[in-house]
Nanobody
Framework: QLQACGGGLVQAGGSLRLSCVAS????????MGWFRQAPGKEREFVAA????????YYLDSVKGRFFISRDNAKNTVYLQLNSLKPEDTAVYYC????????????WGQGTVVTVSS
């Protein structure tokens, strides 16, 4: 089970930190990702992090602004959102990839990020 939080309303240029807490002892073996879905658009990949935290991937449009990290001792993955833009407005979801096959097996409920101009 994944529980995401940290969303909110922020002005353009502001920052937020999203958190996603996972239950279960196998969290540290999962690749963790963040996705988002803006109103009227399809869900898109935002960022992912390997099990050790040493490898990260980002959507091009968020590189240098968003940073993903994880704390395996706390079963938590974070997404730091900086220099937010109105186009970052979306529901953000965390997800876990169990088998290393690129398919995400577990999803959180989503947290809403709204960026005002």
């Amino acid at each position: 089970q994944l529980q995401a939080c940290g969303g909110g309303l922020v002005q353009a240029g502001g920052s937020l930190r999203l958190s996603c807490v996972a239950s279960g002892r196998t969290f540290r073996s999962y690749v963790m990702g963040w996705f988002r879905q803006a109103p009227g658009k399809e869900r898109e990949f935002v960022a992912a992090i390997g099990w050790s935290g040493g490898v990260t991937y980002y959507l091009d449009s968020v590189k240098g602004r968003f940073f993903i990290s994880r704390d395996n001792a706390k079963n938590t993955v974070y997404l730091q959102l900086n220099s937010l833009k109105p186009e970052d407005t979306a529901v953000y979801y965390c997800a876990a990839e169990r088998d290393g096959d690129g398919n995400y097996d577990y999803w959180g409920q989503g947290t809403v990020v709204t960026v005002s101009s």
